[in-house]
């Protein structure tokens, strides 16, 4: 970096002398002490973009247990690095004031939203799946066999994982529920 | 990366899959030639050679003209086609086409509005009975037709005699190839430019790039998007394409093939294990009341014996016993009967009726927004104001979730928050990166994300929730026989961390199956029909091979092939291009240097090459199946397509779809134009549903001038829960447009920047007038018609930074009969200059566009 007093120092005055303006003249004492993000993150996972189905690689960066940054993955033989605008956003994604950490319930006819507890929910749930089941199940239909309810129904899949899919079909089919469906219907 | 030419049609694909554009830019600047043929001019067509504007649903005409074109001058890749096509095969003669019936295949009923394609078949199927194949595999007669939709074949398609009659001269006048010259015949220059728009010289471009791009040295590639898929004969879009690849020979080949770019991160895996009613893990059918009495008889008419998908009982058995474990045994015919039965359509729209008609009474929304994602909005919102209760996960506060509070309805007063009885559950998910899993990408690629972080709060994953959920459920079970299914699932995962967060990877290595020592399995060859080995899924047996998490692999790009293999698994049995046996010639000769990927090692006597054969890696090209053979065995040497019964590319299905054994062109339901040529309007067999709530604009109708078609912007994602609470995304596209030409705005008065009002029977919206020569007025039949574009990202809640009216409302509910997609792409509507009215104001102007 240039010697000499503050104003000799300055960028502008360096730059307007002819010196190069995307390298050493553009260097300030700030930009000089500015360190990437990612340098700085306790640890970084190796993940894959959540939107389209491309599929480009993506690595997160944490430091004290919040996302500091998402970039794209250069490993990847798909994406080399590369995330699109969405991509590219990703960490507002799942930082953004916007997103909801806590379980919201709402009565029947009720106005407003009430606060409810992750566990009550949970078996608030289970309690109206087991009773919506036995009361609209259907063991025959014209005379065969059918087994299942038309009371109960799902839809979403896209957007999650295998494993995720996997486990939904299954308790969904053991349950009986047939309406199950999901964004590739669409 | 490896085509010669490539043609996007139905996708906007720079700006919808920015990232994977990026192998066509590096093609095209390797010499390759790029066609966008698309109702707009996007960032696609401003990177191609050539743009060709088309009105949104006539493709099949532009497609089917340029069949035309390759039959009639002989373009053909006439050795692929003869040795690994059905080119040659022999049809029935009780086969009538759309050419002699006006618009009908043979075996329709008007009164159930179904075919019964039975006599679609292959010469002398119906005697095939001697030879082996059941009777009731043949696919015929009128219980067929009511009860089985295309989904009911599997993944292998429907049955169909193994070793039909054929004709090699391609001379016998109901041989494939000739029943294709005469259905495409009527497919010309002309009809393209009446109806699509299209010049012929820019048809002849086209057409000269794609034959001169094709056979021994060459191949093209087609790309879509939903922009093929949402209409009324969108299945039949992509046979159209199907066909016209086969005939050019660009199929199971490097630099060919015809590509679904979907649109979410694991689209692909949600239908290979399916959130979806008609199938289970794998493309195995669900069972239907009506046509499956037991295990046998369902493995009896879930399609072919022969080819890969003969082996269907091991892959079925294997998923019972990944199911049901020790309970599932040969005498109770392995849980089969604990399966729920199918009765019909149970698909997403019929399931939202059935809400409305009070049938559903709980519904479970995950990571989905159907209250502004799905067509007919309103429909959508009436459904979820009827339910007894709704439980909602996702990111943010959803319009599925609170449209109680918000709802469009609630400002017309057609609906008010106290009447509402739906009890709403809340619960927040965790997002991609608080926890792991596989995601499918769009090239059946499995990829593995690790865990970053935890969740917030009461943030949860669904494996979580469904988990939990799942051992509630059976804590509060009884004895009672109709809980048995769920007494007796297998349902025990490890547990971890403080959450008990249920173990991805042993979920994945269920997935992938053991044998009968415990063992994680290696391929789906390894499946047993005897109960001995456990598979949940298995096209995706492989995954994880010796004990190994493959879908986690990460050798970086840079040290591998341009196949990658060691990214990631791809199903099946990690291969990347399937059908790569036709990239070899019948005698497993390379068809050339330059396109060589697979080929037979005579010396080592093996399949070998850039990518794992997808063909078993011993069989020689000269192998002859034996008589009365099964599943592979039955397929001989040259017979690349292997999930198919005969092995080949079909040109002509014989069965399998439920609107013809080819395509031909139909308007969309809603179109201002008529049908030149057959007196069928639209497609005969599509889903119409008859509620009052999506009301259809009526065909040719003078209120209804313009053709409306919707789509992505690259800032936004689908209903946009995932972009509108983003600052940068938000930011970038604030508010929705609507975007007309120079021309309509002059007509109508429309200011660049100022609002317009778009109107169907179902509503009105409003939106910003975006004026372009973008979109080009087309003229048609010596008549000018105008289209109009519409992003549908906008919604009033999810947390969204902007907001703006629902697009996804003005949508008719009218679906593909294969598939149950709606019509997304092309509908009717009005336009006007200024806002929409609002409240009651709104009602009253659709009340004028319905009864006038």
């Known amino acids: ?87 590219s956003a990703s960490k507002q994604l799942v930082t953004h004031p916007g997103r909801q950490t806590q379980v919201l319930y709402r ?72 309406q199950v469906e999901n964004q590739a219907r669409i | 990366m490896n085509s010669d030419c490539i043609v996007i049609q139905g996708s906007n694909m720079a700006e919808c899959h920015p990232v994977g554009f990026q192998w066509v830019v590096e093609a095209r600047a390797r010499g390759a030639k790029v066609f966008h043929i698309d109702p707009r001019f996007t960032r696609t067509s401003a990177l191609a050679d050539r743009y060709l504007p088309i009105r949104a649903g006539s493709d099949i005409v532009l497609l089917g003209a340029l069949i035309n074109h390759v039959l009639t001058n002989e373009l053909d890749f006439r050795e692929y086609v003869l040795a690994y096509t059905n080119a040659s095969t022999i049809v029935s003669e009780r086969f009538k086409d759309t050419e002699e019936l006006d618009g009908l295949f043979s075996g329709f009923d008007p009164e159930t509005r179904k075919y019964d394609p039975s006599s679609w078949s292959y010469e002398g199927a119906a005697e095939e009975a001697a030879a082996g194949l059941r009777g009731e595999q043949l696919e015929g007669g009128p219980r067929h037709a009511e009860a089985a939709g295309p989904d009911q074949y599997g993944a292998g398609g429907a049955a169909a005699p193994v070793r039909p009659p054929t004709d090699p001269t391609l001379r016998h006048p109901r041989c494939v190839y000739r ?80 590509l679904a770019l979907r649109g979410h991160a694991s689209i692909q895996g949600s239908t290979d294990i399916p959130t979806l009613f008609n199938i289970l893990p794998g493309y195995l059918p669900m069972p239907h009341a009506y046509l499956h009495e037991g295990l046998a008889d369902y493995l009896a008419q879930a399609g072919a014996d022969t080819g890969f998908w003969g082996r269907k009982r091991s892959y079925m058995v294997s998923l019972l016993k990944a199911w049901w474990g020790e309970a599932a045994t040969e005498e109770n015919d392995f849980c089969f009967d604990h399966l729920p039965r199918l009765t019909g359509d149970h698909s997403h729209y019929t399931t939202v009726l059935r809400q409305i008609d009070g049938t559903v009474k709980g519904y479970f929304v995950v990571g989905e927004n159907p209250a502004v994602g799905s067509s007919g909005g309103k429909t959508q919102r009436l459904g979820l104001a009827n339910l007894d209760w709704l439980v909602v996960r996702d990111l943010t506060l959803v319009e599925t979730a609170t449209f109680w509070k918000d709802g469009p309805e609630l400002a017309t007063g057609e609906m008010r928050t106290e009447d509402i009885a739906t009890e709403v559950f809340f619960l927040p998910a965790a997002s991609h990166v608080e926890k792991e899993g596989t995601f499918t990408n769009t090239q059946r690629l499995l990829q593995w994300r690790h865990k970053a972080l935890d969740p917030p709060g009461d943030c949860r994953s669904e494996l979580s929730f469904y988990y939990h959920l799942g051992k509630r459920i059976r804590a509060r ?21 403080e959450h008990a967060e249920p173990s991805a990877e042993a979920v994945l290595r269920e997935i992938n199956g053991t044998g009968p020592d415990g063992r994680a399995l290696s391929a789906y060859t390894e499946l047993r029909a005897d109960g001995s080995t456990r598979c949940g899924c298995w096209i995706y047996c492989g995954v994880y091979a010796d004990e190994v998490n493959q879908a986690a692999r990460r050798r970086p790009g840079r040290e591998q092939s341009w196949v990658a293999p060691e990214w990631g698994w791809a199903w099946p049995a990690n291969r990347r291009t399937l059908y790569n046996r036709a990239s070899a010639d019948p005698e497993g000769r390379p068809w050339s240097e330059r396109k060589a990927y697979v080929w037979w090692d005579a010396d080592k006597g093996e399949w070998t090459g850039y990518d794992e054969p997808d063909f078993e890696r011993n069989k020689p090209p000269d192998y002859v199946p034996p008589e009365g053979a099964l599943a592979e065995e039955a397929l001989a040497g040259t017979d690349p397509f292997i999930m198919q019964a005969d ?33 069928r309007q639209a497609n005969p067999a599509r889903r119409i549903y008859h509620s009052p709530d999506t009301p259809y604009n009526p065909p040719e109708s003078p209120l209804f001038p313009y053709v409306l078609t919707t789509y992505r912007l690259t800032e936004h994602h689908t209903a946009g829960s995932m972009s509108r609470p983003l600052a940068y995304l938000a930011e970038l596209q604030p508010e929705l447009f609507c975007e007309v030409s120079p021309l309509l705005a002059a007509e109508l008065g429309l200011v660049n920047g100022g609002w317009a009002t778009i109107v169907t029977t179902r509503t009105a919206i409003e939106a910003r007038v975006l004026v372009t020569e973008r979109v080009t007025p087309l003229r048609l039949g010596g008549r000018t018609v105008h289209q109009i574009g519409l992003p549908y990202h906008w919604g009033w809640g999810s947390g969204g930074l902007v907001t703006g009216d629902v697009v996804n409302d003005l949508l008719p509910i009218v679906l593909d009969p294969n598939v149950y997609i709606q019509e997304g792409k092309a509908m009717t509507c009005d336009l006007r200059p200024g806002r929409r009215p609002t409240g009651r104001a709104l009602l009253d102007l659709i009340r004028e566009y319905r009864h006038d």
């Open chain 1, 107 to 178: 009565r029947p006819h009720g106005t407003e939203w009430e606060r409810l507890d992750l566990e009550t929910a949970m078996d608030m749930i289970a309690d109206r799946v087991v009773r919506t089941r036995r009361e609209t199940w259907q063991q025959e239909d014209g005379g065969k066999v059918v087994r299942r309810t038309l009371g109960i129904a799902g839809l979403g899949g896209a957007t999650l994982d295998n494993e995720e899919n996997y486990l939904m079909k299954k308790l969904y089919t053991a349950l009986g529920a047939i």
């Open chain 2, 647 to 679: 092995g080949k590319g079909w040109l002509f299905a014989p069965a399998g779809l439920a609107d013809g054994p080819l395509p031909a062109h139909y308007e969309p339901h809603e179109s201002p134009l008529r049908n030149p040529l057959y007196s």
């Open chain 2, 477 to 497: 079970l009884g004895d009672d026989e109709i809980d048995r299914p769920i007494r007796e699932l297998t349902w025990d995962y490890p547990e971890h961390g």
């Open chain 2, 179 to 258: 029943i294709l010259r005469r259905h495409f015949a009527r497919y010309t220059p002309e009809l393209v430019e009446e109806l699509c728009g299209i010049s012929p010289e820019g048809l002849a471009e086209l057409a000269e790039a794609i034959t001169v791009n094709s056979g021994r040295e060459r191949t093209t590639a087609w790309a879509y998007a939903v922009g093929w898929t949402q209409h009324t004969v969108g299945a039949q879009y992509i046979r159209t394409a199907s066909i016209l690849q086969l005939l050019l020979g660009n199929m199971g080949r490097p630099g060919g093939g015809i």
């Open chain 1, 1 to 87: 970096m240039a010697r000499g007093g503050w104003i000799s120092r300055w960028p502008v005055l360096r730059q307007l002398r002819g010196e190069d303006g995307r390298g050493t003249a553009a260097r300030s004492a700030r930009t000089d002490a500015l360190r990437p993000r990612v340098e700085e993150a306790d640890s970084v996972a190796r993940s894959v973009c959540p939107y389209c189905a491309v599929g480009c690689g993506q690595l997160v960066y944490v430091k004290d247990g919040r996302v500091t940054q998402i970039e794209g993955d250069p490993d990847s033989p798909i994406s080399r690095g590369r995330l699109c605008p969405k991509g």
